[in-house]
């Protein structure tokens, strides 16, 4: 008896060691593990989305086919019935509008759970990383990793990641009050084994015709281009894309630059104003997360928005100058 209390007692002190252990993994291993599972792995599920006041809920089945790349299929569980069929980053949008689905076929960058970035120099300067608890989210224990911003011109992040697979279960974004203003999570989550693509097609009623949305094309601003530069970046920014953006309704091509600090990414779209029409609505708005910013400068209204806080895009925008 006294053998197996000594037993039982060395048990409960190790247990506590037992968790520590757990938890001194490298948390940017962690993270780097996360990002390659939700391209990696074979899943369903379904995840609610939250920004303020709304809250949406979508069901999702993602295949990696190996050499013919990554497959996934979305559907949108409220609202307006909508579809979304991805391969890669390519990706076609089902939606009904009265007796015709128009089929938008466009470019976009991957959605949840693959949202975590590449591991980069520009994450670990901007961020500062730690491991926190634990919690049970969809079905599965995840492991809490927090993003620390080391300043207040981008906001904390909390991640909870699956730690046997690597997934990532949920993440929240945090303004400088400690206050969650966007989140999203698995409420259901399943792996899966997966040899055929017989789900991979969208559930569209008979009898309803196809109507394809105008695209838009894309081309790369010269390098030489000095119509207009931005200056003052906030630190840890910096510019990874430029390019013009012929948008169907706009008679000039929008100028789109998106600057990145590692992990929030901020947009600039610059237009120029058509003679005889009347001045853009300006001003600032918010939701979740996303700040906007619409200002008119030279003759061009200039939109900034980007998942920072409101002072990080403010400083993006009074930093737009158009060279005389």
């Known amino acids: 008896m006294r053998s197996l209390i000594r037993r039982l007692g060395l048990l409960l002190w190790l247990l506590p060691l037992a968790g520590q252990a757990a938890e001194s993994g490298d948390p940017w291993l962690m993270l780097d593990k996360a990002n390659q599972a939700a391209h990696q792995l074979n899943y369903k599920g379904v995840f609610v989305y939250q920004a303020g006041a709304n809250v949406s809920s979508m069901q999702i089945m993602h295949v990696n086919y190996g050499p013919s790349g990554e497959f996934a299929r979305l559907v949108l569980l409220d609202g307006v019935p909508r579809e979304m069929l991805r391969q890669g980053n390519d990706v076609v949008i089902y939606q009904p509008k009265s007796e015709k689905v128009m089929v938008d076929k466009r ?37 809490m990793v927090t993003l620390d911003p080391r300043d207040k011109l981008r906001y904390r992040c909390k991640l909870w990641i699956e730690r046997e697979s690597g997934l990532l279960l949920k993440m929240a974004i945090l303004n400088d009050k400690d206050e969650v203003i966007e989140q999203v999570a698995f409420s259901q989550l399943m792996l899966v084994d997966s040899d055929n693509s017989d789900w991979f097609h969208p559930d569209i009623q008979r009898g309803k015709s196809y109507v394809m949305a105008p695209e838009e094309t894309v081309t790369p601003i010269p390098a030489r281009d000095e119509s207009w530069t931005v ?22 091509p929008v100028s789109h630059l998106v600057f990145w600090d590692g992990l929030a990414s901020v947009s600039v779209f610059i237009e120029p104003v058509s003679q005889g029409v009347s001045v853009p609505k300006v001003g600032s708005f918010s939701q979740g997360a996303t700040n906007v910013l619409v200002t008119v400068h030279d003759g061009h209204q200039v939109v900034v928005m980007g998942e920072v806080p409101a002072a990080t895009v403010a400083q993006i925008s009074n930093g737009v100058v158009f060279n005389k």
């Open 231 to 252: 200056t003052h970046l906030p630190p840890g920014f910096r510019k990874t894309e430029q390019v013009k953006r012929a948008v169907p309704g706009k008679p000039y």
């Open 107 to 143: 470019r976009l960058q991957n959605g949840f759970p693959a949202v975590l970035p590449k591991l980069t120099d520009d994450l670990k300067a901007n961020y500062q990383i730690k491991l926190g608890g634990t919690e049970r989210i969809g079905g599965h224990e995840g492991q």
